[in-house]
């Protein structure tokens, strides 16, 4: 076939169509090998965070630092964060993950070791379909939610008030209380 003979004989209308199917395919096919590389780099970049967790547990306990709780502790408040924020998530369940994080974070191992058994997991975006986070990139990115808030004491030992902070603000500084940065 000469070039331009796939369209010989056919209405401009269909031409154009086919031009657009064409683009279209090839546009789509494009979107899927750029998503493609993105994922090998956030599975990278999720592995990365898994294997530093490790690395800086093992460190920890090797000092002789020990972990706060039993393991189902841990195993617990991870299945409750996944509850809390997978979907659509509000000010109030994001505080409850904070919550959560300090009730099981007491100490940097306790951090480390959360953050290694977290893994990755797939959360919904809200019925827009789902992303798979370690949990430091879930907690950077779900808690975002800004609101008047007041931390019991009684509950973790740890006191704060205030207005308009993000939730991620709440948690990050907690953690610095405990010698750990996310």
Known sequence: MAKGEIFTGLPKWAQ?????????????IG?????????????????AVADDADKALKDELAKGNKLSFPAVNYSSAINTIVKLLNGCETFGSELQVVYEVMKVVKTPADWYYLVKTFGKKDIDDCGWGK???DLTTLLKDQLDTAGAYAIDPAINGYK??????????????????KGVTI
């Open 16 to 28: 154009g169509l086919i031009a657009v199917a064409i683009i279209g395919g090839l546009g789509f």
């Open 131 to 133: 992303t798979n986070y």
């Open 160 to 177: 704060k008030s205030g207005w308009a902070i993000n939730t991620i603000d709440i948690l990050e500084d907690y953690l610095k209380t």
């Open 31 to 47: 979107y899927k090998i750029y998503k493609g590389v993105g994922k090998i780099k956030e599975d990278k970049d999720s592995k």
